[in-house]
């Protein structure tokens, strides 16, 4: 499975975004969706997960009540609201068995990244 990230960009702060992770070539089994972002000289951190139901989203604090994860059965989404310089970040999606384990890193399938720029 090959997960298609885009809908990064610059943006000045306060601003909004809206990613996409789309599965290339067959469908995604029924997985647990998550987000990812990695700054520079950084490490790679959790953004958010939702379950394969589609109920429920869990979010990192330095999200919560700005970031939204959303899917369909296209794929899942990252609706990015009053965007900071800190959200900075080159932002992966990813596919896991559950939740659970896509907030402790552990990943099935990576989809590339897509830069997200936040100016001040």
């Known amino acids: 499975v090959q997960l298609q990230a885009f809908g990064g960009g610059l943006v000045q702060a306060g601003g909004s975004l809206r990613l996409s992770c789309e599965p290339s070539g067959r469908p995604l089994p029924s997985y647990a969706m998550g987000w990812f972002r990695q700054a520079a000289g950084k490490e790679r951190e959790f953004v958010a997960a939702?379950?394969?139901?589609?109920?429920g989203g869990y979010y990192a604090d330095s999200v919560k009540g700005r970031f939204t994860i959303s899917k369909d059965n296209n794929g899942v989404y990252l609706q990015m609201n009053n965007l900071k310089p800190e959200d900075t970040a080159v932002y992966y999606c990813a596919a896991g068995s559950d939740t659970t384990r896509l907030r402790n890193g552990v990943v099935r399938y990576w989809g590339q990244g897509t830069l997200v720029t936040v100016s001040s």
């Open positions: 939702i379950p394969w139901s589609g109920i």
